[in-house]
């Protein structure tokens, strides 16, 4: 079975301050593992994802994440938080069948001036 | 290219009542997924069309049909209203049915239903 674990559910950063949004998954297979933004009243944009290849993943907007199979994580984190990086944010993982997602719960990211 | 267009954007209805909300796909996409998302929660995953037949279906209860037309649009019915359906609804679309089709789904913007 698939799931995905987001630890806190808010976070607050000063602007400038490193982003770090944990996720842990749970699979029974080789995973593919993806971060979305949301905007408040949008959809899901994809900021990058994991499926082959090169453990760290880097995305839009500057945020990257890490494959860490003994770990069970793939964390997304940016260096320098910008006001406009206020969203929130979904670990998601593949399910065993590749025929849908299995979304965390969130995490809303608060940046402070 | 348009991408996902989910219409309508906001629909308020009553307890009891039926709702039909629309998906067309990203230009090249032919299978369509939908998934509801809570208020405070991420998205579920209700089910998925691909050659106008239901493929996968999540854990939601009959109320919740959907269909899928020959030009790879679809919609999601839902009847019998609940104030707990309210809810974004959220359709995404992936290219060409079968293996790892969604490491390319695209996310429309989503329907916000509101039951009173």
């Known amino acids: 079975a698939q799931s995905v674990t987001q630890l806190g559910s808010h976070v607050s950063v000063s602007e400038g301050a490193l982003v770090l949004l944990r996720c842990n998954y749970s699979?029974?297979?080789?995973?593919?593992l993806f971060w979305y933004v949301q905007y408040p009243n949008q959809g899901l944009q994809l900021l990058l994802k994991?499926?082959?290849?090169?453990?760290l993943v880097k995305g839009i907007n500057g945020f990257e994440a890490e494959f860490k199979k003994s770990e069970t994580s793939f964390h997304l984190t940016k260096p320098s938080a910008h006001m406009s990086d206020a969203a929130e944010y979904f670990c998601?993982?593949?399910?065993?069948?590749?025929?849908?997602?299995?979304f965390g719960s969130g995490t809303k990211l608060n940046v402070k001036p | 290219d348009a991408g996902v267009t989910q219409s309508p954007t906001h629909l308020i209805k009553t307890r009891g009542q039926q709702v039909t909300l629309r998906c067309s796909p990203k230009?090249?996409?032919?299978?369509v997924s939908w998934y509801q998302q809570a208020l405070g929660q991420g998205p579920q995953f209700i089910f998925q069309?691909?050659?106008?037949?239901?493929?996968q279906r999540g854990n939601f209860p009959d109320r919740f049909s959907g269909h899928q037309f020959p030009n790879y649009s679809s919609e999601l019915n839902v009847n019998a209203l609940l104030l707990g359906d309210s809810a974004l609804y959220l359709c995404?679309?992936?290219?060409?049915?079968?293996?790892?089709?969604?490491?390319?789904?695209?996310f429309g913007q989503g329907t916000r239903l509101t039951v009173v």
């Open positions: 699979s029974s297979v080789p995973p593919y």
């Open positions: 995404a679309s992936s290219p060409v049915g079968g293996m790892m089709t969604n490491t390319e789904a695209f």
């Open positions: 230009s090249g996409h032919d299978t």
């Open positions: 069309y691909y050659e106008e037949e239901e493929r």
């Open positions: 994991y499926t082959t290849g090169a453990t």
């Open positions: 998601a993982v593949i399910g065993y069948n590749f025929n849908k997602f299995y």
